[in-house]
Every structure is written in C-alpha cells, then in structure tokens.
C-alpha cells in the first residue's frame, strides 16, 4: 500500500508559480504511477497530470498543458508538480494519487489519495 502526503500549497497572485510536492511511503514507490488531481469549490475533482513510474512517460489535462509540468525522483519517493503562469481558475485543492495500474489507472480511478493541498490564485 501507499500512503500519499502532500506540500507545497499556498497562496500566489496570478502569473505567479507553486511547486507542489508528494511524499509517498512504501518500497514499491517506483512501480506506481502518479499523479495529481484537482477539486474546485462547488465543482468535481478533475484530471490534472500523471506520471509513469519510471517518469518515461507524462499526461495532462488540456487546461494545464504548457504551463504545469509533472516529474518525479523515485530516490526520494517524492513526485512533483511545478504549476507556471498560474491562473485564477486554478484554484482548488490539489490531491496527489497513486496506482500500480499505470498513468490511465491514475487518470480515471487512482487507488491510492492524499489528503489535498490548497492552492488559491488571486487576481
């Protein structure tokens, strides 16, 4: 099993960064899949990006393409998330997530979630 915990959220004027970061416990670190995942005020969580396990491969939401950009250091058991020109409509909590399935198991139904961290964009 994993067990996933997330930093790195906080509050940025708009145009700003954030680096979100992952801890993930467990030795299987590197077999999983990662990803993260976002959930607006009044809204349903959405897709934002994935990473395979070996970080070969990426995937993201057309809304955040070219501005985030999804990485990992298997080393450290830790997964990252650097969000670029952030905008108002980024805002919500971030949750991190997790599945040995690969990056489309993580996209549509991850077994493994955080606790979420809050990004708030102003403008």
């Known amino acids: 099993q994993a067990q996933l915990v997330e930093s790195g959220g906080g509050l940025v004027q708009a145009g700003g960064s954030l680096r979100l970061s992952c801890a993930a416990s467990?030795?299987?670190?590197?077999?999983?899949?990662m990803g993260w995942s976002r959930q607006a005020p009044g809204k349903e969580r959405e897709f934002v990006a994935a990473i395979s396990g070996s970080g070969g491969s990426t995937y993201y939401a057309d809304s955040v393409k070219g501005r985030f950009t999804i990485s990992r250091d298997n080393a450290k058991n830790t997964v990252y998330l650097q969000m670029n020109s952030l905008k108002p409509e980024d805002t919500a909590v971030y949750y991190c997530?997790?599945?040995?399935?690969?990056?489309?198991?993580?996209?549509?139904?991850?077994?493994?979630w955080g606790q979420g961290t809050q990004v708030t964009v102003s403008s």
């Open positions: 997530a997790a599945d040995p399935e690969g990056i489309g198991a993580v996209r549509d139904s991850a077994d493994y």
């Open positions: 467990g030795r299987s670190f590197r077999y999983y899949a």
